[in-house]
């Protein structure tokens, strides 16, 4: 009820002011209305004068009139000018969020692409030193740790598109700062992927690549050791 009463105040005092604008304005324009004052007191001079002024009050009005209308139909059309533009806008920035979908939709196949030959590499390479009799405990152990890091990669990567589309949901310009809020979301459910996706480099290079050299070390140690044992040894001659 405040509020309304407030309103109507503040409302009535606009008007007030405007009213007292444009009486303002005619009070000024009257000394250039050409209307002469009468010189002489009599009933037809003060007529002419009073003739004079109704017809420029009435020419003052209607200028006013038509002054203000254009004054309105200039800020519809300044309006209307800005919300193109923010239309124009938006569909820039819908258009360019959909295109940056679109490339991280292409990077997560890449992504996955990449790290499941990986994994089908390693796999391959255990199996193939395991039928040899190598030990490939420690391999095997690097590879289910690799397969885990490579799932939650996965599926923050799956998350953080997700999260992206949903800033789509919101009508640019008009949706009260939850845009802006989806789209720090994103950023932050793209750190994740970010350091997920180094997690599984690191491992990869620093533990699963190390195991591996580790273990071609001892294979060729063994296969040295064979070499030697199967050489024929120099006293064999003076049998």
């Known amino acids: 009820m405040i509020k ?9 005092f606009v008007l007030l ?21 009468p010189r002489e007191k009599n009933s037809e001079s003060i007529a002419e004068y009073k003739e004079c002024l109704r017809r420029y009050k009435q ?35 819908e258009g360019q969020m959909d295109a940056r979908i679109d490339q991280y939709r292409a990077a997560q196949e890449n992504h996955l692409a990449r790290y499941t030959a990986l994994k089908e590499k390693l796999a391959n390479l255990i199996t193939r030193l395991e039928e040899q009799g190598y030990d490939v405990t420690k391999l095997q152990e690097d590879l289910l740790v690799l397969e885990d890091k490579i799932a939650v ?48 480099k690191n491992y ?19 296969s040295k050791e064979d070499s030697r044992m199967l050489k024929p040894s120099s006293n064999t001659n003076g049998l």
């Not at 405007?18 to 004052?37: K, L």
Request: proline share 1%; net charge negative; charged share 30%.
């Open 204 to 222: 990869y290079v620093n533990t699963v690549k190390q195991d591996i050299v580790a273990l071609r070390d001892q294979i060729r140690e063994v």
């Open 17 to 37: 002011i405007s009213a007292f604008a444009t009486h303002n304005v005619y009070a000024q324009s009257v000394e250039d209305s050409g209307c002469v004052p």
């Open 59 to 93: 020419t003052f009005l209607e200028e006013y009139k038509t002054r203000q209308k254009e004054i309105k139909q200039e800020r519809e059309e300044v309006k209307t000018q800005l919300q193109e533009t923010r239309a124009e806008r938006c569909d820039i920035v």
């Open 153 to 200: 990669l996965t599926q923050r990567f799956e998350e953080f598109v997700v999260q992206l589309e949903e800033t789509t949901n919101f009508e640019c310009g008009d949706s009260n700062g939850d845009f802006l809020t989806a789209m720090q979301e994103s950023r932050n459910a793209l750190s994740l992927v970010r350091q997920s996706a180094l997690d599984v």
């Open 4 to 12: 309304k009463n407030l309103t109507l105040i503040v409302a009535s």
